[in-house]
Every structure is written in C-alpha cells, then in structure tokens.
C-alpha cells in the first residue's frame, strides 16, 4: 500500500463549522461528531482557489480558529468524498499567521470562533434549504453541510445510498433561515420515510426564539 504525501494549503478562512456525520436508516438518524470544517481561499498543492478542509476538535480548541483568520499547514485528499463533505483532511502543521480583528455581531450570519461540538449536539438542528445555505450560510459557525450515509435495508446493511443535507443550528429568529423542502428516506421494497416538521421542532424546543 502507497501512501498519499501531505499537501501543502495556505490561505484566509472564510467559514468555520461544525463537521457532522448523519447516519439514516429509515426513521431514525445517528450523529458523528468528527470535528470542525474550514472553508478557506488561498493554495492547496500549488493551486489557487476554494477549498474545504476537515480539522480535529482539538486542533479548533488550540487555535480557536475563525473568520478572517490566515492559516497554513499540510492535508491529504479524503479518502471517501461520500462520507465527507471535505476535500482534504488529516491536518498537520497548522500555523496562524495573521489573526482576524474580532467582531461584534448582533446579526446573521455569526462569525467568530465556533463553540464545542457539545453545544452543537446540545442546541439540536432544523433543515435548512440548499440554496440558502448556499447563499447566506457557508460563513455562518451555526450551518452545517453534513454528508449522510443512508442504510436503505436494515436486513441488509450493505446497501447504501450517499447524500449531503444542509441544517441550522442557529437562533431560530434568523432572518436568513428557510427550511426548504422535507427531506424523504428511502427504505427497503421502495418503501420510503419523509422527515416531518414536528422532528425540528421537537429537536430545538428547548430554546427560544433568540437563541
């Protein structure tokens, strides 16, 4: 077995969030809490442009990295894109260069450095539509682009299906937020399972509207 060199990154941070892990099979679903996902604008192996890379939960409580941050280090290519929503990881050598001026924010999308992977699992998530993510979110410490491995028949667990989702974990009063479309499982004999409305609501009802 050969393995993959380390590629040299550097670059800005444009986002920061959480990196989740959503297993389906059927009506129910099984978090993975791995770590933390960096949109960044810089060089990945000499070539400029976007890149998405996974870091550690102890890597993000070390550095306490944000928005507006430059950072460089070394990654290698993920090795299965469909349980990621990465295109590099394995993060070493990290070096902060050049530090953002915090900001005081009193309106979406929130930046600053994310909070422990416990607060996440604890605040519970909506759905949150594709395109608003796409648009208002990317940058946002409570969005999240979880790639969703999905067991289509609990008799057989081989069989598998691949997809990404995109969900809030933000204060539920965002101006931004749009639940988009309910979100359909599929199950074994062409049977299907939609996602209710009610399973976000029951999930975050322990917080208000500001929170």
């Known amino acids: 077995m050969v393995l993959e060199n380390k590629i040299s990154f550097e670059g800005r941070i444009l986002g920061v969030q959480p990196r989740i892990r959503l297993l389906r099979s059927f009506d ?21 442009g976007d890149f998405v890379i996974g870091i550690g939960k102890e890597t993000e409580l070390k550095y306490g990295i944000q928005v507006g941050d430059n950072i460089r280090g070394q990654c290698m290519h993920v090795e299965d894109p469909r349980l990621e929503s990465l295109m590099y990881y394995k993060v070493s050598k990290i070096e902060l260069y050049n530090r953002a001026v915090e900001i005081t924010q009193g ?26 993510y796409d648009a208002k979110c990317t940058c946002c410490i409570w969005g999240c682009l979880m790639p969703v491995e999905m067991i289509v028949d609990q008799w057989n667990p081989t069989r598998r299906r691949y997809r ?48």
């Open 28 to 48: 129910e679903r099984h978090h993975a809490y791995l770590g933390y996902t960096l949109r960044i604008n810089g060089s990945v192996g000499g070539e400029k």
């Open 107 to 132: 309106h979406p999308p929130w930046y600053g450095v994310p909070p422990a992977l416990e607060v996440y699992r604890e605040r519970g998530h909506r759905r949150l539509d594709q395109k608003t």
């Open 164 to 211: 990404q989702e995109t969900f809030c974990y933000g204060p539920k009063s965002c101006i931004y937020y749009h639940a988009g479309r309910k979100r359909t499982v599929p199950g074994r004999n062409g049977m299907s399972w939609t996602e209710e409305d009610w399973i976000d609501e029951e999930s975050t009802k322990h917080r208000n509207m500001d929170e």
